[in-house]
């Protein structure tokens, strides 16, 4: 009986074994990931190849909507807002379909990204934006179709697409010249109170200089008309760090009140907690 649990044991394991066997993709799945000036952007497919068959006007039959690839949805994210054919897409993930023609390839950002393929029902609605661009013919067949970002400038780049002898490209522009002004408007206007805050907190928990973290978080409650409850907390620690309870016990009251306010009560209880110890000094 025992040789028998053994051997069904086995076979069962056998079965397992069987079942996550490891298969090659014949349309294999990949992403690129591309920085375009300050833009990130990234595409995720899967490359079907032609292997011996004719693909435009066959395959992919022509002024039909395609799922440009293969298996579930290609999508193309983008970090910002850019702009293509004059338009603005938002910055986020989009499913991209084409429609192929002769002449032409009309190049869609669909809103849904959870389709296998192409949607069950197509809605316009979620048409993001629709582009038509002139296909080029290559002087070498492409075995496997290929998506790429190229063409790189810092305000824009180019989505391409080959296959067999047809390619197609999308220009899209990215806000660099509008983000580089902001950061240097942004570094040019010095430290703000987030950046005093943080430098305070680095020396504070690196024991570091105590006297230089109490300046940076007084600095930084000086920029602030609201006074956060986790600045005047910081605050205290550092006071109380330098021997100052008195002081400490008056910031930690300040910091309790506008806890209370907030409803946080984890601030509230450490307030309180540091309250009472630092009273009995």
Same mark, same amino acid.
């Given at each position: 009986?025992?040789?028998?649990?053994? %051997?069904?044991?086995?076979?069962v394991a056998g079965l397992s074994a069987e079942a996550q066997l490891r298969t090659p993709q014949?349309?294999?799945?990949?992403?690129?990931?591309? &920085?375009? !000036?300050?833009? /990130?952007?990234?595409?995720?497919?899967?490359?079907?190849?032609?292997?011996?068959? &004719? &693909?435009?006007?066959?395959?992919?039959?022509?002024?039909?909507?395609?799922?440009?690839?293969? +298996? /579930?949805?290609?999508?193309?994210?983008?970090? /910002?807002?850019?702009?293509?054919?004059?338009?603005?897409?938002?910055?986020?993930?989009?499913?991209?379909?084409?429609?192929?023609?002769?002449?032409?390839?009309?190049?869609?950002?669909?809103?849904?990204?959870?389709?296998?393929?192409?949607?069950?029902?197509?809605?316009?609605?979620?048409?993001?934006?629709?582009?038509?661009?002139?296909?080029?013919?290559?002087?070498?067949? &492409?075995?496997?179709?290929?998506?790429?970002?190229? $063409?790189?400038?810092? +305000?824009?780049?180019?989505?391409?697409?080959?296959?067999?002898?047809?390619?197609?490209?999308?220009?899209?522009?990215?806000?660099?010249?509008?983000?580089?002004?902001?950061?240097?408007?942004?570094?040019?206007?010095?430290?703000?109170? $987030?950046?005093?805050?943080?430098?305070?907190?680095?020396?504070?928990?690196?024991? !570091? /200089?105590? +006297?230089?973290?109490? %300046?940076?978080?007084?600095?930084?409650?000086?920029?602030?008309?609201?006074?956060?409850?986790?600045?005047?907390?910081?605050?205290?620690?550092?006071?109380?760090?330098?021997?100052?309870?008195?002081?400490?016990?008056?910031?930690?009251?300040?910091?309790?009140?506008?806890?209370?306010?907030?409803?946080?009560?984890?601030?509230?209880?450490? +307030?309180?907690?540091?309250?009472?110890?630092?009273?009995?000094?």
């Amino acid at each position: 009986m025992k040789k028998m649990i053994i %051997a069904l044991a086995l076979f069962v394991a056998g079965l397992s074994a069987e079942a996550q066997l490891r298969t090659p993709q014949s349309s294999p799945k990949t992403t690129i990931n591309q &920085v375009v !000036g300050l833009t /990130d952007v990234e595409i995720t497919y899967s490359r079907p190849s032609a292997k011996g068959r &004719v &693909v435009f006007g066959n395959l992919i039959p022509f002024g039909k909507v395609w799922r440009t690839g293969a +298996n /579930d949805n290609t999508i193309v994210s983008f970090s /910002d807002d850019v702009i293509i054919d004059g338009k603005t897409l938002k910055k986020g993930k989009y499913s991209l379909y084409t429609i192929p023609k002769i002449e032409s390839w009309d190049v869609i950002f669909y809103k849904t990204t959870d389709n296998w393929g192409n949607p069950e029902e197509w809605k316009e609605e979620n048409v993001v934006l629709k582009t038509s661009v002139k296909p080029e013919t290559l002087n070498k067949s &492409v075995e496997t179709f290929t998506i790429g970002v190229s $063409g790189l400038d810092n +305000n824009y780049a180019f989505l391409e697409m080959y296959w067999e002898n047809s390619y197609a490209a999308v220009k899209f522009e990215v806000p660099t010249q509008q983000k580089t002004t902001a950061n240097i408007e942004k570094v040019l206007a010095g430290p703000s109170a $987030g950046d005093y805050f943080s430098a305070a907190q680095f020396l504070f928990q690196s024991n !570091g /200089d105590a +006297n230089k973290a109490l %300046a940076h978080v007084n600095k930084a409650l000086d920029m602030t008309k609201e006074k956060p409850f986790w600045y005047n907390r910081l605050k205290s620690l550092i006071q109380a760090k330098l021997g100052d309870k008195k002081g400490a016990v008056e910031t930690a009251k300040a910091s309790l009140a506008a806890a209370e306010i907030a409803k946080n009560q984890d601030y509230v209880k450490m +307030n309180k907690d540091s309250i009472a110890e630092w009273s009995k000094s």
